[in-house]
């Protein structure tokens, strides 16, 4: 039921709010779609194996958001995947708390995937060596979302996300980041973000 | 760690235009222009002539916003030496206060150029900034808004305003800023386009008919705003699947919506020649035009 995030969706997400350290910034966590839920896989946790980093600056308008998410769910279906939850960093750095933008779209990827979640990053926590997570996860309980204790077990690895996030950070390799916003200014911009990607995979 | 010029093989006079091109495009790119400014100010200053307080002036803001306060106060000590009244300066020492969250002496700071001349501009501006810091939005707006009303022709203000209202989805008065800028500002592609992705936001059928009609006029200004083909496709797609309209006017936005597809789909193969990964979000782009065609009829 929580989810679980690698290595990969956690390092892009932080090299996100790096990369546009002054404005908010936004973007979605996919998973992998499993079959069929087996009666007792209530409490396994679910894996967001990637993000897909969205926006910067203005996150409160309509448009091109529909297009992100209806884009990013063709993709999804093609590589197995599914829209698992939902990432924001504000704007200011002592403001952490999921606002109604969050909220919105989360209860639009809840209509399909019950137990989406929010992950709110922390940005006054943010620094080049990354010792601690520094997320906020919230889950839909009664028709609110409440923060959840961040732990180790929120990570697939986090030893291995906390050096990969904290090489790539030094390496400024935010610079090369691929958000949906830089994809509708240069088309030949790809936000599945190949490159990191394959940066990640090496320090592996 | 090697020097920009090692690493990029640039002169001194390339590094001091880069800045100015940087400088003229109001870019935020802090990062690169301190790295490119810091080694330009300590290794050439002197064969800068004038334009070395300008370029710390324009290092001195981008080292503030990569918290390298040693580079900013070095910067502002040359600027206070060389301009010791300077109104202009004295914003910049305001604007180091903000960055260490010293919110209160840097107000008193620009509290003191405006005694001196009530018609400074830049203070007011940064008295308004702190309050977007602080979180103090409604204050924000409404001290905004008394500013604009003194100096109406302040296109930066009516954006920022507008963004403001934007982030607490008051859709309207964000229309509204951005009517402004439009008046002023008519063959702007970007703020005809943002207007119409504000009035998409506010929904119903008339603002989404107006919608269609701001992206297709962002389209005329620039034909290549992504922007604005996805905005048109969505907000004629929206129109011609509303139980509420004629078959005229479906009729109408299907084939608004057709031609802004195919525009889609071309737009997509030109950009997806050469690269094998981009195949993929272009399958995907012609697969979610399919997908709301069918949802349209």
Redesign the interface.
């Known amino acids: 039921m929580p989810i679980q995030l690698t290595s990969q969706a956690y390092c892009k997400m932080v090299l996100h709010a790096a990369k546009y350290s002054?404005c908010a910034v936004n973007g979605l966590l996919v998973a992998e779609k499993t079959k069929e839920k087996k009666k007792d896989s209530h409490g396994e946790p679910i894996l967001c194996v990637d993000c897909v980093p969205l926006f910067h600056g203005?996150l409160?308008?309509?448009?091109?958001l529909?297009?992100a998410l209806?884009?990013?769910d063709?993709?999804c279906k093609?590589n197995n995947y599914v829209i698992a939850g939902y990432y924001q960093a504000n704007e200011?750095s002592?403001?952490s708390r999921p606002n109604?933008v969050a909220e919105k779209v989360a209860a639009r990827i809840s209509e399909n995937f019950s137990e989406a979640a929010i992950v709110m990053v922390d940005n006054s926590r943010l620094t080049m060596s990354c010792f601690e997570p520094i997320v906020h996860i919230y889950d839909h309980h009664e028709n609110k979302w409440k923060g959840r204790e961040v732990t180790f077990d929120c990570f697939e690895d986090w030893s291995e996300a906390q050096k990969i996030t904290s090489a790539l950070l030094e390496g400024?390799s935010y610079e090369n980041l691929i958000d949906f916003d830089n994809?509708?200014?240069?088309?030949?911009n790809?936000?599945?973000n190949?490159v990191i990607n394959k940066s990640v995979l090496d320090l592996c | 760690m090697a020097s920009i010029s090692e690493m990029y093989d640039v002169g001194w006079e390339e590094m001091r235009d880069k800045l100015r091109k940087w400088r003229e495009d109001n870019c935020r790119n802090s990062e690169q222009i301190v790295d490119v400014g810091e080694e330009l100010i300590s290794e050439h200053s002197s064969k800068l002539g004038d334009d070395v307080w300008i370029i710390y002036e324009q290092v001195m803001i981008a080292a503030l916003d990569c918290s390298r306060d040693d580079l900013a106060l070095t910067c502002l000590q040359e600027l206070r030496k060389q301009f010791p009244d300077s109104h202009r300066v004295k914003r910049l020492s305001g604007m180091r206060l903000e960055a260490l969250e010293r919110y209160d002496e840097a107000n008193k700071h620009y509290d003191s150029i405006l005694q001196d001349d009530p018609t400074n501009t830049s203070a007011r501006k940064r008295k308004i900034s702190i309050l977007k810091a602080q979180g103090k939005t409604a204050e924000a707006i409404r001290e905004l808004n008394e500013y604009l009303e003194q100096f109406v022709g302040d296109q930066e203000a009516w954006h920022e305003l507008s963004e403001l209202y934007i982030n607490e989805h008051d859709y309207g008065k964000a229309a509204f800023c951005l009517e402004e800028l439009m008046m002023s500002n008519p063959h702007n592609h970007l703020y005809c386009e943002q207007y119409a992705e504000v009035k998409y936001t506010q929904g119903g059928l008339e603002n989404l008919e107006l919608s269609r009609k701001y992206f297709a006029q962002a389209l005329r200004l620039n034909n290549r705003n992504m922007r604005a083909l996805f905005g048109l496709y969505m907000s004629a797609s929206h129109i011609a699947a509303s139980p509420k309209v004629s078959a005229k006017v479906k009729k109408d936005n299907m084939k608004y919506a057709g031609w802004a597809a195919t525009q889609i789909n071309r737009a997509y193969k030109l950009a997806g020649r050469g690269t094998k990964e981009s195949k993929c979000s272009m399958k995907a782009v012609e697969e979610m035009l399919e997908s709301m065609q069918i949802t349209m009829s």
């Open positions: 002054h203005t409160a308008l309509a448009p091109m529909e297009v209806t884009l990013i063709t993709w093609e200011r002592q403001d109604q400024r994809h509708l200014d240069d088309l030949r790809d936000w599945t190949p």
